[in-house]
């Protein structure tokens, strides 16, 4: 079955830190490009930060310095450290696979979301 899980959302207080994880299953994880997006009530999804099949990494202005994400090919895995958190990153935060190689480039495929809420 071809699925995005994520985890590791929750409440967290202003200038605290999350780890959100999204395992990956059902095809070539190591040929899809990786992706978090978020979505805050109100306001279209923004991706938040990427990485490549080559392990380039880009970050939206607004996390740059604060979040960090990595993959790990071996298990299937793509991470987002969130440091320093703001009320303002408190949204939905979903994983995102975009594949770069073999039969289905282009296709995307997304996560159900795990919410973070930043808050005192």
């Known amino acids: 079955q071809v699925q995005l899980v994520e985890s590791g959302g929750g409440l967290v207080q202003p200038g605290g830190s999350l780890r959100l994880s999204c395992a990956a299953s059902g095809f070539t994880f190591s040929w899809n490009a990786m992706s978090w997006y978020r979505q805050a009530p109100g306001k279209e999804r923004e991706l938040v930060a990427g990485?490549?099949?080559?392990?380039?990494?880009n970050y939206s202005g607004a996390v740059k310095g604060r979040f960090t994400i990595s993959r790990d090919n071996s298990k299937n895995t793509v991470s987002l450290q969130m440091n320093t958190l703001k009320p303002e990153d408190t949204a939905v935060y979903y994983c995102?696979?975009?594949?770069?190689?073999?039969?289905?480039?282009?296709?995307?495929?997304w996560g159900q979301g795990t919410q973070v809420t930043v808050s005192s």
């Open positions: 995102n696979a975009r594949a770069e190689r073999g039969r289905y480039v282009g296709r995307e495929l």
């Open positions: 990485i490549t099949t080559g392990s380039r990494t």
